[in-house]
């Protein structure tokens, strides 16, 4: 009987712990089967939020010059848009589809309310083309009522060969061209801009024109007589690096022309022929208040100077409408055989500001240096003037309470010739001139973003800051390392 009892509690026994260990089973397995329930709930919502905020916010642009990262200029522009853009990407085949441009789009159509973009297949919609511009596969067309601009996909990937070293440089334009796109739809009026023919070098390096065009400003060639005079709907007139005088006709066309309102920009050159005499065009300066001597201004401030060349200098910034920005992104300009800018004393009306100087310790060269008829050495001299000199100014003729013209001059080739020095300070100068036109041609909105490079360019230093890094590595972290060797040398000595 005792052994029956025994044997009926181990079978109890066994039967309450099979019970316990299929509960604890299916507990075990309820418990999986809400945790990753939950997981999956909480996989989705993330996704949904991550997916509902921009593309700026959820992805992390690394690449060099932040090329998927929309600049200050642009995110203020867009702030500020009020009527609806639409961005067309044309794209027959989907496998010509252009990554970066994809990336970049989505950027702006996240930014602002106003932008929309869209991909449209020629193919399947045949009409959309018959009243736009004809653009290639790849490339987009930016829209705003009844105005549009095709911006090619070529375009936003530009190629610079240096003439002198002959090395390439890359650059993506995509920003820049598309807002100033989007300006140019929004836009009513565009500035317009005249060269003048007679005197133009074409001196204007490929990437300022293309600077100066994202500017929304319309460049032309005119030639002034007396049957052609300066259009009408011109805003500004350009003398580009003259070395011969403008005609007495050209002299009174201008004159005429700045009377109602107009605007000047002129770029002077290093090199004027000898026994030339640009007399109509010292007049048209002397009517403005100042004067040149066609010499050179050398910066002597090793500060300030680049590459061991005493005429590649860095200019000082004054602070002015034209050079706010350039200021605040400590933008680098250089300037080569800058002439003295001589300002006279004030007159009623008229403002004449200094916009780009050099240090007090840059000395004068005249201009005979330049023609051989005296020493040819850059060296300064005892006899040489030395002081701050002006490379750049802004005037302002105040005719009457309504009617306002304004003058740049500059007297670096440096300026017009700005691709050249895209080795020592990038876009800087091509930014300067963009500055200038946008001031003679009263634009409020600057929209000229410069490029982004595509690969890495080399650091250029001052030479006074080339020293300074030569001396650290070459004396001081060589004289620490064996400061710091004899110390240990000597404790280990004492022990």
Not at 40 to 53: D, Q, T, Y
Not at 118 to 143: L, W
Not at 160 to 184: K, L, P, R, V
Not at 374 to 399: E, K
Request: with cysteine; charged share 25%.
């Amino acid at each position: 009987m005792k052994k029956n009892n025994e044997k009926i509690e181990k079978e109890e026994k066994i039967t309450t712990s099979s019970t316990l260990e299929k509960h604890r089973k299916m507990t075990s397995a309820g418990y999986t089967m809400v945790m990753t329930a939950l997981v999956l709930v909480f996989v989705i919502v993330v996704n949904l939020l991550v997916g509902s905020l921009s593309s700026e916010v959820r992805t992390i642009d690394l690449t060099n010059g932040d090329i998927f990262t929309l600049t200050d200029v642009t995110k203020d522009y867009l702030n500020k848009l009020e009527k609806d853009v639409n961005i067309y990407l044309i794209l027959e085949d989907i496998t010509n589809s252009n990554d970066d441009l994809n990336r970049l789009l989505e950027v702006y159509d996240d930014a602002s309310e106003h932008i929309t973009v869209s991909k449209i297949n020629p193919a399947q919609n045949p009409t959309f083309m018959e009243n736009r511009e004809y653009v290639s596969e790849g490339s987009i067309i930016v829209e705003c009522g009844d105005r549009f601009r095709g911006v090619e996909l070529s375009t936003m990937y530009v190629s610079s060969e240096d003439s002198a070293t002959g090395n390439t440089s890359y650059y993506y334009d995509m920003e820049g061209q598309i807002t100033s796109a989007i300006d140019y739809v929004v836009s009513e009026d565009i500035p317009k801009a005249y060269m003048l023919k007679s005197t133009s070098r074409d001196s204007f390096s490929s990437s300022l024109l293309t600077d100066i065009a994202k500017q929304n400003i319309d460049m032309a060639s005119i030639e002034i007589s007396e049957d052609t005079p300066i259009p009408e709907d011109a805003d500004i007139v350009i003398l580009d690096l003259p070395v011969e005088d403008i005609t007495d006709e050209e002299y009174d066309q201008i004159t005429k022309f700045m009377d109602n309102g107009g605007s000047l920009l002129m770029f002077e050159y290093y090199n004027i022929p000898e026994d030339t005499y640009l007399t109509n065009i010292e007049k048209l300066l002397d009517r403005y208040n100042i004067s040149v001597e066609y010499g050179a201004a050398i910066e002597s401030n090793t500060s300030y100077m680049y590459n061991s060349q005493a005429y590649f200098g860095k200019p000082l910034l004054v602070e002015h409408e034209i050079t706010k920005d350039l200021i605040d992104n400590e933008t680098n300009l250089v300037v080569a055989m800058g002439d003295a800018i001589n300002i006279g004393e004030e007159r009623e009306g008229l403002t004449v500001e200094p916009l780009l100087t050099s240090t007090s310790k840059a000395y004068y060269k005249d201009a005979s240096f330049k023609k051989g008829s005296a020493s040819t050495s850059m060296s300064q001299l005892a006899t040489d003037p030395v002081g701050t000199f002006n490379y750049a100014v802004a005037v302002t003729d105040d005719i009457s309470e309504d009617v306002q013209s304004k003058f740049v001059y500059i007297s670096s080739y440096a300026f017009a010739k700005a691709e050249q020095f895209e080795e020592l300070v990038g876009t800087g100068n091509a930014q300067f001139v963009v500055k200038c036109l946008q001031w003679l041609a009263d634009q409020e909105e600057t929209i000229s973003i410069p490029m982004k490079s595509r690969t890495y360019s080399n650091l250029v230093y001052t030479i006074d800051a080339k020293n300074r890094i030569l001396y650290v590595i070459v004396i001081i972290i060589p004289a620490g390392v064996l400061a710091y060797g004899v110390y240990v040398w000597f404790r280990r000595r004492k022990r």
